[in-house]
T-cell receptor, first 111, second 114 residues
Framework: DAKTTQPTSMDCAEGRAANLPCNHS???????VYWYRQIHSQGPQYIIHGLKNNETNEMASLIITEDRKSSTLILPHATLRDTAVYYC????????????FGQGTRLTINP | ETGVTQTPRHLVMGMTNKKSLKCEQH?????MYWYKQSAKKPLELMFV???????ENNSVPSRFSPECPNSSHLFLHLHTLQPEDSALYLC?????????????FGSGTRLTVV
């Protein structure tokens, strides 16, 4: 799996957009970018994934740069319930690779 | 509830005890996983099952013994644990083995070994 680099922690005001960056400069052509989050004392929750086009669902948007070396997860209107650790993971979509979680970014939404 | 149910939520056990953690999913998923999350450490994959067959054992000590009697249930049998085994144990499932998206995790069992 390609290595990802994320900031250790970030803060965001409630109601504002939270933009979480992830660097994955060694990503391979067939590897996707996945985002999961883990709210305190719960299991991780799948958010979104993408290959090269920007993706949007009811939870978030994923912006992947044209060279695919970095991406940004956007929570458009952050709420207090979005406070969590966010994990950026790079791997193939289907294949004998583990889903490996790094340290992630601890996002705190402030009132 | 996420669709993956883990029991118990909390467990305190002595080092000589034998206990079991239970995981249940009715999502129709074919793959199930056990992860361990120690304090201030990333999640560690322990075991992987696909259609009730174990396909991965990540060098986990034999004091942890998984069991998958059917595609909806997964157990983790514990015996003679050490205090350093205290952690959050998470069960997850996915539609198929080794896909990257759509893992569904349970809320975990918080295990304390005394």
């Amino acid at each position: 799996d390609a290595k990802t680099t994320q900031p250790t922690s970030m803060d965001c005001a409630e109601g504002r957009a939270a933009n979480l960056p992830c660097n994955h400069s060694t990503i391979s052509g067939n590897e996707y970018v996945y985002w999961y989050r883990q709210i305190h004392s719960q299991g991780p929750q799948y958010i979104i994934h993408g290959l090269k086009n920007n993706e949007t669902n009811e939870m978030a948007s994923l912006i992947i740069t044209e060279d695919r070396k970095s991406s940004t997860l956007i929570l458009p209107h952050a709420t207090l319930r979005d406070t969590a650790v966010y994990y950026c993971i790079v791997r193939v979509e289907q294949g004998a690779q583990k889903l490996v979680f790094g340290q992630g970014t601890r996002l705190t939404i402030n009132p | 509830e996420t669709g993956v149910t883990q029991t118990p939520r909390h467990l305190v056990m002595g080092m000589t005890n034998k206990k079991s953690l239970k995981c249940e999913q009715h999502l129709g998923h074919n793959a199930m996983y056990w992860y361990k999350q120690s304090a201030k450490k990333p999640l560690e994959l322990m075991f992987v099952y696909s259609l009730e067959e174990r396909v991965e054992n990540n060098s986990v000590p034999s004091r942890f013994s998984p069991e998958c009697p059917n595609s909806s249930h997964l157990f983790l049998h514990l015996h003679t644990l050490q205090p350093e085994d205290s952690a959050l144990y998470l069960c997850a499932s996915s539609q198929d083995l080794w896909i990257g998206y759509g893992y569904t995790f349970g809320s975990g069992t918080r295990l304390t070994v005394v």
